[in-house]
């Protein structure tokens, strides 16, 4: 994959999905444990989320953090927008942030959210 065509696949990913993780394995398989953090951070919120494995393919694991100008995998996408790696998003989870923006997006796209575990909702 060329950076051109890393770059259109990434562009393409997070505009056709309302939550994507740009992760080291699957979200059934993580294989680094600040993927796996992230992932059960979105399950835990009970999110629909499309993950891609960065390991196969070493363009698409440098295409993204040369795309959002950050460094380290995970990278999490919402509604289009880079919202953080590992850290930010554990931050934004233990605070509440998450949740919010969650709250505020979902009314944009209602399908954001899982039936069986409707966490944000609940709170």
């Known amino acids: 994959m060329n950076k051109n065509k890393t770059i259109d696949f990434i562009n393409e990913q997070i505009s056709t999905n309302e ?5 080291k394995g699957t979200a059934d398989f993580p294989q680094c444990g600040f993927s796996a953090m992230v992932v059960g951070i979105l399950q835990t919120l009970g999110l629909k989320f499309k993950d891609i494995n960065v390991l196969e393919n070493p363009d698409l694991r440098q295409g993204i953090k040369d795309f ?3 460094p380290t995998i ?20 233990e ?9 505020d997006i979902h009314n944009d796209h ?9 966490a944000i909702e609940a709170n």
């Open 110 to 118: 209602p399908k954001l959210i899982t039936p069986e575990n409707n």
């Open 95 to 103: 605070t509440g942030e998450l949740s919010n923006l969650i709250k």
């Open 68 to 70: 959002a100008d950050w």
């Open 19 to 23: 939550v994507v993780l740009f992760m």
């Open 74 to 93: 995970p990278q999490l996408y919402i509604a289009g927008e880079f919202v953080g790696g590992c850290d930010i998003v554990r931050e934004m989870f």
